[in-house]
């Protein structure tokens, strides 16, 4: 199972364990979307229905955004049949990349605003919703509780597997070659996979300011510091 925040790196890391291990990486499993009719604020029904994907569809790989929070007490349950690995990416990056992402669909998967900068103060809205159980003061703030719980759960889990996307991104056969021992498969390949099968290009309408990552970097120190120190972001 490969669990992110929005914009993080999952569809990279979901590339790379069908290349690398011959997972069929075109036939993911979205448990995010709602073709599921489970209760997702049901976390029995969460963990009964991961189960039994894993049971039913061995060697494929499952895809979700849910905050931990969806999990709760069953994560030891879930994780008894598949290994969790959480990626993480720095938060001016996410910003950035999530800005961009919700102005490419018709629906409202978020606030559509003028600047990456206005989009990482602004209070999460629309379609985004889905995956959090409650409400954050802005979109860095929800950012560090998605992936500060997850990193805890993994602190008491080992089957739970925090992945920096830079170093998917950066290192990528030192930290490929490194899951094989958690998946028990030996890597046939550490070629890393071509970024136009994971990367949404393309840039924001023009009307739309060109993104700052230096000032958004900024403000993401002053908002979640804690959790940037902790990722060694700072």
Do not use: C
Not at 36 to 50: C, E, H
Not at 175 to 190: D, E, F, K
């Amino acid at each position: 199972m490969v669990v992110s925040h929005e914009r993080s790196g999952t569809h990279f890391l979901i590339n790379a364990l069908g290349d690398a291990y011959g997972y069929p990486n075109a036939q993911f499993v979205m448990f995010d979307e709602p073709v599921l009719t489970i209760n997702y604020f049901d976390p029995a029904a969460v963990a009964q229905t991961i189960n039994g994907i894993a049971a039913q569809r061995r060697g494929a790989v499952i895809k979700s955004h849910h905050a931990v929070d969806f999990f709760e007490a069953t994560l030891p349950r879930v994780t008894r049949d598949v290994v969790i690995f959480y990626v993480y990416r720095h938060p001016a990056d996410v910003m950035i990349s999530f800005w961009r992402f919700v102005h490419r669909w018709e629906w409202r998967e978020g606030p559509r605003l003028p600047s990456a900068l206005a989009f990482a103060m602004a209070e999460p809205e629309g379609h985004m919703l889905r995956y959090q159980m409650r409400q954050r003061a802005n979109m860095l703030q929800r950012w560090a509780a998605h992936v500060g719980p997850w990193l805890d759960a993994a602190q008491t889990n080992r089957r739970i597997v925090p992945v920096r996307f830079e170093d998917l991104r950066d290192a990528y056969a030192g930290t490929i070659g490194g899951l094989s021992a958690l998946i028990g498969r030996a890597p046939r390949s550490l070629q890393p996979p071509d970024p136009d099968r994971y990367v949404i290009k393309g840039a924001p309408p023009e009307s739309l300011e060109q993104p700052d990552r230096d000032a958004i970097a900024r403000l993401a120190e002053r908002e979640v510091g804690d959790t940037m120190r902790r990722l060694g972001y700072l």
